[in-house]
């Protein structure tokens, strides 16, 4: 498997006063974290890692766990595929974030005239206001349906 990041943020793993990795994020919350790797391999390439700069890592599998095999500096193809998904997961964090931000404000003038709501209510009319925001409203027209005769409603 390959995951690749344009790094934002470079922080050292220290363990009893050792710096035993990296760990690595870009500006969408995406990271991986490399160890020294066997014989030290890719400690000694710690010193490549520049923030600004896209990485392509192959990840292994441990046990279940997921760990940095190998990493190199990639360009072109790659930045754009980086870059995008990096663009992509802040628009989409911002919409959700926007959505949340006014089903508060609606569960709030709920409350300030006397109606109960709940966190179930706001996430709901959150996941809907993000999925209008996401792919605008969609309307129908239904075809016209035949005068309702109120005399013969029992009321």
């Known amino acids: 498997m390959e995951k690749i990041l344009i ?17 690595l994020f870009d500006s969408a919350g995406n990271d991986v974290k490399i160890k020294k790797g066997q014989g030290g391999r890719l400690e000694a390439k710690w010193g490549e890692l ?3 700069r896209a990485y392509s890592f192959t990840m292994g599998d441990y046990k279940g766990f ?7 500096s990639v360009k072109n193809k790659f930045v754009e595929q980086a870059q995008k998904q990096v663009t992509d997961n802040s628009i989409a ?20 005239v ?8 706001v996430i709901t009319i959150a996941t809907l206001f993000e999925s209008y925001l996401e792919n605008g409203a969609i309307v129908t027209k239904k075809k016209p349906t035949e005068p309702i005769d109120e005399s013969k409603i029992p009321y």
Not at 13 to 23: A, R, S, T
Not at 66 to 72: N, Q, R
Not at 114 to 121: D, N, P, Q, R
């Open 50 to 52: 520049q923030i600004g």
């Open 66 to 72: 997921p760990y940095v095999e190998d990493f190199k």
């Open 93 to 112: 964090e911002r919409r959700r974030g926007f959505a949340l931000s006014y089903a508060k404000d609606i569960a709030v003038a709920k409350i300030r």
């Open 114 to 121: 006397g109606k109960e709501t709940s966190a179930t209510e």
């Open 7 to 23: 790094l934002d943020r470079i922080e050292d793993i220290v363990d009893k006063g050792n710096v035993i990795g990296k760990h």
